[in-house]
């Protein structure tokens, strides 16, 4: 449980499992509800809650839908449900004139960022969230403020798969076949990207799929395979860099999954394929471990692939005068990884500090 008593942070949100989960890490979060019913500049925010006053607010963050937008005659849609929700966040934004204010949304063609970008009066920086986790994750962020992009001379995180599995997971056995193959992942390989999809399985859009564990002292058993062009060797918990090799004739054990010709799938007797389990798609994201585990493994799913990716949100903010942002106003807010990102920031300045 994290308490930030020198920040009042006000989170708009009305899936309550993901406000179930910010108010188990964050307990002081001013929960606001519905965004379309938030008036910045009335008492309580236009809001029946805590405070009795209007806060002006420093930093406003969201990540809203993206879809929705009519271009004929160059109009938008403000009717259509999807993109009602980028509007409410145009608005708040004109209404509170936030010092700070920063917007995430999908890769998307370049007419949908135009629109965007008009709205908001800036145009947006992509960041893959690979640069600072073991996640393959691009997003657009439209922000006031500079953020580092000297990416030429930074240093992408080190970190992969190996680095993120459980040891101790329960995660069932699943089919090794072609729609899975499509979304396999070896241990030294940085995941898919993580969506609100991931709860139905396997197969689906975002969950990335990963090698169930065979011990290296007992690889010699699963020698056999059907495709013997297959080369690609990896062990699961990234230990040992190949398994034991035996002498000619293409038979070395493997674990790995496939052929580096044509990306065929490697069948190994007694080896099979899992999901990644919420634990790991925490750690994909830059949560704590357990930060979701107060609601069910299909919530816990959703609410981690529709979340920000904490490392690459403290690399947008590192650089801002963190001591100035008094107020915060997140809108969408989910589980609140904005404000773990924040949190984690102001931990390691005031250690710096001491």
């Avoid at 009066?121 to 986790?133: A, E, Q, R, T, Y």
Wanted: proline share 5%.
């Amino acid at each position: 449980m994290n308490q930030s008593s020198d920040i009042t942070y006000m989170a708009s949100e009305i899936d309550k499992y993901p406000i179930q989960v910010t108010q188990a890490n964050f307990p002081n979060t001013i929960q606001l509800g519905d965004v379309t019913q938030i008036k910045p500049n009335e008492r309580g925010m236009g809001v029946d809650y805590a405070l009795d006053y209007a806060p002006p607010i420093d930093f406003l963050c969201g990540g809203s839908p993206c879809q929705g937008f009519s271009f004929a005659g160059k109009q938008l849609n403000f009717n259509d449900e999807r993109s009602r929700l980028f509007f409410e966040f145009v608005r708040i934004k004109n209404e509170c004139n936030p010092k700070y204010f920063l917007l995430e949304n999908v890769v998307m063609k370049q007419e949908y960022q135009d629109v965007i970008s008009e709205q908001l009066g800036v145009k947006p920086i992509m960041l893959n969230s690979s640069m600072f986790s073991a996640q393959n994750r691009k997003r657009l962020y439209w922000t006031n403020f500079p953020i580092d992009c000297d990416l030429e001379n930074f240093e992408e995180s080190k970190l992969v798969l190996r680095d993120i599995l459980q040891d101790d997971h329960n995660e069932p056995p699943i089919p090794i076949n072609e729609r899975n193959a499509r979304h396999h992942r070896g241990v030294n390989q940085k995941s898919l990207c993580t969506t609100a999809t991931m709860y139905k399985g396997a197969g689906n859009n975002g969950m990335t799929i990963v090698d169930r564990t065979v011990e290296v002292g007992h690889a010699e058993q699963y020698a056999h395979y059907r495709h013997e062009q297959a080369k690609r060797v990896y062990h699961m918990n990234g230990k040992a860099p190949t398994l034991l090799t035996m002498q000619g004739g293409n038979r070395e054990p493997k674990v790995a999954t496939y052929s580096n010709n044509g990306g065929r799938i490697v069948n190994v007797e007694g080896m099979t394929w899992r999901k990644l389990t919420p634990l790991e798609c925490e750690r994909l994201q830059g949560l704590p471990d357990d930060y979701t585990n107060h609601v069910s493994k299909t919530q816990r799913y959703k609410m981690i692939g529709n979340g920000f990716s904490v490392p690459t949100i403290k690399h947008i903010i590192k650089d801002l005068p963190l001591h100035e942002i008094k107020t915060v106003l997140s809108l969408f807010d989910g589980c609140s990884g904005f404000q773990q990102a924040l949190h984690e920031l102001k931990t390691e300045r005031r250690k710096k500090d001491v």
